[in-house]
């Protein structure tokens, strides 16, 4: 709501209207002119490159990916969750293709795209089937949407198209952003708009609580690079409006926010048929505001209470009702995302022991470790000793 | 383009500064540009924009005349006569400010103190007040300098808040300088204001401004007020500050300098879906003459948006025209391809697209999507090979999945099976939608290539009702021998009456496929769930494997019942009793679907279903965001306005 018109103005630039106002109303992130896109210089692209941080070779940890190939991709490019059953996923095969363009790695990348279209692009608009098992007929499972598996996919794409200059990478990010943007975004709606977690089950129609969200499905890296291939939305304002829900959506003593969030009548609660824990997914909520470069501690502050101490235990999951430790996140590359978060907000060093992932852990720790990774060396060098 | 600029990353003082491109009226040059002390300077000659540069060049500043007030106040005639001389050399507008024989004289003691700040060492400067008070518990500073103090601090910080976008920190510290606004200089009330408006804050943001045009009597600052608000707030909550500006005389309003950028801003809102002031006929007349006259291809555009906006499209297309021989960008291209579509004239927007489909890739999608729409309405019309051929090039470049569909059926309608099986083939690679999928199918079936026929129905048993509908379907006696191309397989997809001779080109196919040995009769055949059809190298081109490269995927054996899948309705062999194992989440009927479930309401696609191609007709059932693409999507309001005639010109 707030920067509606601001922000809408950077599409409006980036359409070539060079209003004089519009001049003076450019948002705080883009320099859109200081761009270096890979080919062809264009309004699209450079708005996309605006804040020059791009993923490509950004792993800077060669081992740490063919160790991460060798044990999550097949040759055929699937990306396989090792604790779940081997089945994969929209959020994996995105998760895989952004880690492969981070690692300069265009044929794995190609490999992981190539079976991502071939086997989750089965719906009639241009989102992904959410989940794949294998040994099953049919193998998909579901062909509903998951918004943050949607986004991953067209954000690798967007790096991977700016990266090694495929006009192809870019249409395919389009395509699948438009549908992002008009199918599972509520833009006509009273107040901010909101990011559905697919595109059913989820509504004010589906659900008596309903909208749900699950903040940790606004990939905050994404959204201007989205910008990047589909400028007519606003995606500075969808941005927006998922910051300032990090910041509402607290709950319980410890201000945590659940895994699904329930937006009815526009206030933040736990939404109800799921546990109200802060667990596996909202713990990517850090990552993905230090990817974008978010290094504000309010943004954080709950979390850096939470990890305040190191726990060899692993990273508490955390019931919000009362405050209890409900499990733990026991891998111990989870402990890279508290290091992110103090590096981000602080500049604190991430521990020499995290700078290696370990070669045992399951699909989802290792994606999040050798993410935290590019974020470090993408936006925070110092933090890496470097 | 000129290079945009960011007025949040400057670190640099507030300066207004001018835009060249605007034309202004000889009453706004006429008007001596308003001068003042310790604030701006407003070149009024041309239109006055509110932009920030780091540097202090060019433009106006602000000026300090801290060390005349030190001097004045310590009664230095000499050095208070030297300093006007030297503001006046550095700053040929400015005036002596009338207040400099009344300024109390600070102590002595101070004048070192005085030095720190003119010299803007602030930090040195609370150290000194502190030393001395450490030495003499009693000693308080005077109020001149505790106040210049605490202002100097409050700009430095408010600059610092500016460059980092810090705005809750400058928030606090006027909070706790305790100062009311219309005491603060007016550059920190503009950042106090801008503050409140980036940190979501309109209403404290509207008020500042509101006290500020109240207080202020100056036209330049108050003109200058406006601008700022402007660039701040969206031009609804600017709308009730234009409100207060007075009329003169001749009921001229006072802020009719910046009347064309108000009109502009209202357009940009109104094409956001925002809202804003009445746009006036007369306003939008005066715009486009000026746009006209100074041939700015981005403004002219601005103009055949609004007028897309409001459907107007033969307006937009002579605007978009226009923009383009002034050397308008792709975004104009988009915009004049759009507005030709709407004329009626899609080959000239074919065209328009496809000249500037490497510049955009809002063109690219475009292209496609014409031409898969012309494709699909071509029955009985050739399309000319050049044009297919050119297509053809373009969907095998980008990997297009809609393009590659399109040319299946424009293949398949046209009998030329071999090349709609190999289209089909990349399609299903590409996107296995259901659409392609059976098109595939279809076109096997065709070729008679059973075996590969058999598989990809059995591949999509579970998830495509049609597609596995083919093995079941009834025979039908109306379909035989009643197509252009002889007898076709049961279900097949509404053939229009393409012309044989049209050939259509085919793609290189690269991938190999080695399909599974079909095991027992047609159906249920055990296959591999995996979708093997890849589009081809893709442009990496093809790698060896290394050992260990990847991981090493050890395979069950393939199924002969399928599942329920979530989100699928019945199967076709559902109705001979045949039943499914259940879903991944124990789901064991069919979800309630008759056909692909529709987007929430609140979205825009669902905004626009009164609009959305039907299901089963030839054209494609989805959406092309080439379909509803309209530059200003998130637009809300106004899409169906009524035609206010004359508008426009």
Partial sequence: MMFRRTHALTASLLLGLTLALAQAQVPAEPAAAEAKPAAGANAERAAGTAEAHPLLNSLGNARAWRSYKARFVTDQGRVVDTANGRISHSESQGYGMLLAVAAGDRDAFQRIWNWTRANLMVRDDALLAWRWEPDKRPAIADVNDATDGDILVAWALVEAGEGWADEGYRLAARRIAVDIARRTVLFRTEGPPLLLPAMSGFSAEDRPDGPVINLSYWVFPAFPRLAAVAPEFDWDRLGTTGRDLVLRARFGQAKLPTEWISMRDGQPQPASGFPPHFSYNAVRLPLYLAMAGIGDRRYYEPLLALWSEPDPAGLPIIDTANGSVAGRMAEPGYAIIPALAACAVAGAPLPAGLQEPAADENYYPATLHLLALTAANMRYQPCLGR | ?649
């Fill in chain 2, 1 to 649: 383009m000129p290079r945009p600029l960011n007025p949040l990353r400057a670190a640099g003082p507030v300066l207004l500064a001018v835009v060249g491109s605007l034309g202004w009226s000889a009453s706004a040059a006429a008007q001596p540009a308003p001068v003042r002390t310790g604030v701006l300077q407003l070149d009024e000659r041309r239109g006055a924009v509110i932009l920030d540069t780091p540097q202090m060049s060019g433009g106006a500043e602000i000026i300090d005349e801290s060390a005349l007030r030190f001097y004045a106040a310590q009664r230095q005639g000499e050095r208070v006569q030297a300093e006007i001389a030297r503001l006046r050399r550095r700053h040929p507008n400015w005036t002596v400010p009338a207040d400099l024989d009344t300024l109390k004289p600070s102590p002595p003691e101070e004048a070192p103190m005085w030095d720190l700040f003119t010299a803007g060492r602030f930090e040195e400067l609370r150290t000194a007040i502190s030393v001395r008070q450490s030495t003499d518990p009693g000693w308080q500073p005077s109020e001149d300098l505790a106040r210049k103090l605490n202002r100097g601090t409050l700009r430095s910080a408010a600059r610092a808040a500016v460059r980092d976008g810090a705005w809750s920190d400058i928030i606090a510290r006027v909070k706790a300088s305790q100062e009311p606004v219309q005491n603060l200089d007016i550059d920190i009330a503009w950042t106090l204001a801008e503050a409140y408006a980036r940190s979501g804050d309109l209403t404290q943001a509207s008020a500042v401004y509101r006290t500020l045009l109240t207080e202020q009597t100056d036209s330049g600052l108050r003109l200058a007020t406006v601008q700022k608000a402007m660039a701040a707030m969206p031009i609804a909550s600017v709308e009730p500050l234009l409100a207060i500006g007075s009329r003169d005389a001749d009921g001229a309003d006072e802020f009719r300098a910046i009347r064309l950028d108000v009109t502009r801003a209202r357009m940009v809102a109104v094409l956001h879906g925002g809202q804003a002031g009445r746009i006036e006929p007369a306003e939008l007349a005066a715009l486009g003459e000026q746009a006209r006259r100074l041939g700015n291809p981005a403004q002219i555009a601005l103009l055949g948006w609004y007028a897309y906006h409001r459907r107007q499209f033969r307006e937009a297309l002579d605007w978009f025209k226009l923009a383009q021989s002034r050397g308008g960008d792709a975004a104009v291209a988009t915009g004049f391809a759009l507005s030709l579509r709407e004329m009626g004239q899609t080959r000239e927007a074919e065209d328009v697209v496809f000249a500037w489909r490497a510049s955009s890739v809002t063109n690219l999608a475009l292209y496609i999507d014409i031409m898969e729409r012309t494709l699909s309405e071509s029955s009985g019309t050739a399309v000319e090979p050049e044009r297919l051929d050119r297509f053809a090039k373009v969907v095998l470049a980008t990997s297009s999945a809609e393009g590659a569909q399109a040319l299946g059926w424009y293949a398949y309608n046209a009998c030329q099976f071999d090349a709609a099986a190999d289209w089909f083939q990349r399609a299903v690679g590409l996107k296995p939608r259901e659409s392609a999928v059976l098109g595939y199918a279809l076109s096997l079936s065709r070729l008679k290539r059973s075996r590969d026929y058999l598989e990809v129905i059995n591949r999509y048993d579970g998830l495509f009702p049609k597609v596995v509908g083919l093995v079941f379907a009834e025979p039908d006696p109306q379909s035989r021998d009643t197509g252009p191309c002889g007898p076709a397989p049961a279900a097949a997809q509404p053939v229009a009456a393409a012309p044989a001779w049209v050939k259509v080109p085919k793609p290189t196919t690269a991938a190999s496929i080695r399909p599974l040995p079909v095991l027992r009769g047609e159906f249920p055949v055990a296959v591999a769930a995996e979708n093997p059809l890849r589009p081809g190298d893709g442009g990496a081109g093809p790698t060896r494997l290394r050992d260990g490269e990847y991981l090493r995927e050890v395979r069950g054996a393939p199924l002969l019942i399928a599942r329920r899948v979530v989100g699928v309705g019945p199967m076709p062999y559902e109705r001979y009793g045949f039943a499914l194992l259940p879903s991944w989440n124990g789901m064991d009927r069919a979800s309630f679907l008759t056909g692909p479930p529709t987007p929430p309401v609140g979205t825009l696609a669902q905004s626009e279903t009164g609009t959305l191609i039907q299901a089963g007709s030839s054209r494609p059932a989805q959406y092309r965001d080439g379909e509803r693409f309209g530059p200003f999507d998130t637009a809300g309001a106004g899409r169906n306005e009524p035609r206010i005639a004359g508008q426009d010109r």
